[in-house]
């Protein structure tokens, strides 16, 4: 189960950013009547003219609210911030006037969640029992982490909820703090001699901390306190905040364009391992490694527990033949999380590169225990079963992953190879024009260069097959 993943969700009004072709920088002229007038953007002397100013300032000089409607700015230019920034502005100080004689820490918190729960500021449905639904992806994850669908809908997500609770602070003096957990975000009540734990999505119920030490099934007991739990400053809310557009970017595959976000988030944001994640795998996608392994590990010194994290710097040891090393990082992976089948799958692959085949097909198992369904981890048992010798369960395995996906061209590669080996050739020729059907290109290179073939290099009709 996941809770609110901030790194993979994306606003809703942020889909303009991609029908539009919105450059990632706003120009002057969209930005600076709106900055004009957001006098508290004019730090030292120095007027905020795009996005990256943003995160030259100091937390002092931060305007939390105004940062994020810059960003809104930039995609939509149409859009009157100023609007939701009076919106906020008004109701800090209609906060402000319930604050007034309150003097215990307590009383000023009971004050703030009454009146946000009270405005009708809700997160719609308990979505941590609704996850499977696809509904769940998108209202929750599209629709409510957007602030300004927010302040319009009052309806919003641990995102922009723990903002709203933050940018009210913000204007009357609360000491209050956004803090992060792996796909999570809450609020910090911290005077000093007081700390009372937030929970935006639930109502604002007091939560105790730890509530959020074992938190959506999950126990976060080891993590170094050197991000997760800790009190995060406006700015790097902003970076978090700033993922999500990235996000977007990304899951249309313009790379380029999620790397700027991403890249102005980490600036904001240094210490935020999804972050880092998220930085190390469009690098993945831009096929600069040198750069992704450094993401990587840094994001490692803040959440050492991050296994699709090691998977992908096994990836890339992959990728460079290094094969011991990416086997350790898949195994770092299977150790921390031993419930996801596709990190079994690729530890067995590693360990066929090794040639130790035995170990593979222990792997595939434990893959398929988790998975029956998947065809392609039988067709990689097959393999390694074929190299050992062992054709009749070879052969079982091919067979049950062609039953589960019969345009597997690599399953009828496989199967058509294994036939040579047991003198089927008419089989052999057969499952070989199967697979080529379904990929003739590569199918055609591998079968012409591949020696499990070579005994049927003067027969006519592999020559027939092997043409283009």
């Known amino acids: 189960m996941t809770f609110c993943t901030r790194f993979r969700f994306v ?11 919105c450059a990632f920088t706003p120009s002057k002229q ?3 009547p709106f900055l004009d007038d957001v006098k508290q953007l004019h730090a030292a002397g120095r007027s905020v003219t795009n996005l990256s100013d943003f995160s030259e300032l100091s937390d002092e000089d931060f305007n939390l609210a105004a940062a994020i409607l810059a960003v809104h700015k930039t995609v939509d230019p149409s859009i009157d911030a100023m609007v939701y920034l009076e919106k906020v502005d008004w109701m800090a100080a209609e906060l402000a006037y319930h604050l007034e004689n309150k003097t215990t820490d307590k009383a000023k918190v009971n004050v703030l969640t009454n009146f946000i729960w009270n405005k009708g500021f809700v997160s719609p449905d308990p979505f941590w029992k609704n996850y499977l639904q696809e509904s769940y992806y998108e209202q929750w994850f599209l629709r409510y982490s957007s602030f300004t669908d927010m302040l319009d809908q009052k309806k919003g997500n641990c995102l922009s909820l723990s903002i709203l609770y933050l940018v009210l602070a913000e204007r009357t003096g609360l ?16 005077s000093g001699t007081s700390i009372i734990h937030i929970e935006p999505t639930d109502n604002g ?9 074992r938190f959506d099934d999950k126990d976060y007991s080891s993590l170094p306190r050197t991000y997760y739990f800790t009190n995060l400053s406006r700015k790097e809310i902003f970076g978090c905040y700033l993922l999500n557009v990235g996000a977007l970017y990304y899951m249309e595959k313009n790379y380029e364009s999620a790397l700027q976000f991403y890249l102005l988030a980490h600036k904001c944001n240094p210490r935020d391992p999804a972050i880092l994640q998220v930085l190390g795998n469009t690098y993945l996608k831009l096929r600069d490694y040198s750069k992704a392994m450094k993401a990587y590990k840094l994001g490692l010194q803040y959440n050492p527990d991050n296994a699709r994290v090691y998977h992908s710097i096994g990836t890339i040891h992959s990728q460079f033949d290094r094969y011991d090393q990416a086997l350790d990082a898949f195994s770092h992976a299977v150790s921390i999380d031993p419930l996801t089948a596709g990190y079994w799958n690729d530890k067995g692959l590693i360990l066929v590169r090794l040639e130790r085949h035995e170990e593979a097909i222990e792997a595939y198992d ?11 981890i039988y067709c990689n048992k097959g393999i390694s079963l074929y190299h050992l010798q062992n054709y009749h369960e070879s052969r079982r395995m091919f067979d049950r992953a062609l039953e589960l996906d019969p345009l597997d061209e690599n399953a009828w590669y496989c199967r058509a190879r294994l036939a040579v080996q047991t003198d089927n050739i008419a089989e052999a020729l057969s499952d070989l024009e199967k697979a080529k059907e379904l990929n003739p290109e590569e199918v055609i290179w591998a079968a012409k260069r591949d020696p499990g073939f070579n005994s049927l290099a003067e027969n006519p009709d592999f020559i027939r097959l092997v043409k283009p």
């Open 11 to 21: 606003l809703a009004v942020l889909f303009l950013m991609v029908c539009g072709g």
């Open 30 to 32: 969209t930005l600076q």
């Open 175 to 190: 000491p209050v703090y956004g803090v992060a957990i792996p796909e999570h975000l809450f609020v910090r009540y911290d």
């Open 205 to 213: 119920t007091i939560y105790d901390e730890q509530d959020y030490v």
């Open 366 to 376: 434990k893959a398929l225990e988790l998975d029956s369904k998947m065809a392609f």
